[in-house]
């Protein structure tokens, strides 16, 4: 596989679920994001790892745990969630070097319904 | 604070020519990136500006004045697969994008 793949494409779980979200890259790219889009709202970025470590946390409710065993893989893990975190949750990795802005290449996205 | 601004849809014809355009205000600059996403998909890198002026890549552009705070792509020949949301980007202080609502074009024949 290329590029950036996402498992599953689609969920539906309760408020009293929990459920995970995988990412891969196969990039060779250091960091990765995970994102959240809403219908006619902007990306909203939730979390940054670099190197395998988390240099972002935008003010995401403890329901949602990131984890990032290498630089390959991350998950979000799903707790507790209410119906207003259904949405579009995107994955990204990029190359990043010593600043500046790297193109983020993306995952196609896990469906997420809370219902 | 950083705020980026894009129309919320726009319409055109098939072998036309559209214009969609960005302003945004930064504290600083490291350049305006511009991603497309088709319905359901995942959004794909266009562009990256850093420097004023046009640039030119097959069917689409992408043109940026960092004197005012202004992009905009181009989209040339217009067919039925461009029918996409158009999304524009720039880097924060932390270089963490910070992204525009998306632009929704709807081509028809």
């Known amino acids: 596989e290329t590029g950036v793949t996402q498992t599953p494409r689609h969920l539906v779980m309760g408020m009293t679920n929990k459920k995970s979200l995988k990412c891969e890259q196969h990039?060779?790219?250091?960091?990765m994001y995970w994102y959240k889009q809403s219908a006619k709202k902007p990306l909203e970025l939730m979390f940054v790892y670099n190197f395998k470590e988390q240099t972002e946390n935008n003010s995401v409710p403890s329901r949602f745990s990131p984890e990032c065993p290498n630089s390959s893989h991350l998950f979000l893990h799903l707790h507790t969630l209410q119906p207003e975190d259904s949405a579009l949750y995107l994955c990204?990795?990029?190359?990043?070097?010593?600043?500046?802005?790297?193109?983020?290449?993306f995952g196609p996205g896990t469906r997420l319904t809370v219902l | 604070g950083q705020n980026i601004d894009q129309p919320t849809e726009m319409t055109a014809t098939e072998g036309a020519i559209v214009q969609i355009n960005c302003t945004y205000q930064t504290s600083g600059f490291n350049g305006l990136f511009w991603y497309q996403q088709h319905a359901g998909e995942a959004p794909t890198f266009l562009s990256y500006n850093v420097l004023d002026g046009l640039e030119e890549k097959g069917r689409f552009s992408s043109f940026l004045s960092r004197s005012k705070g202004y992009s905009y792509l181009l989209l040339k020949e217009l067919q039925m697969k461009d029918s996409a949301s158009y999304l524009c980007?720039?880097?924060?202080?932390?270089?963490?994008?910070?992204w525009g609502a998306g632009t929704k074009l709807i081509i028809k024949p």
């Open positions: 990039l060779g790219h250091n960091a």
């Open positions: 990204a990795s990029s190359q990043d070097g010593d600043g500046g802005a790297y193109t983020q290449y």
């Open positions: 980007a720039v880097p924060d202080s932390n270089y963490q994008l910070i």
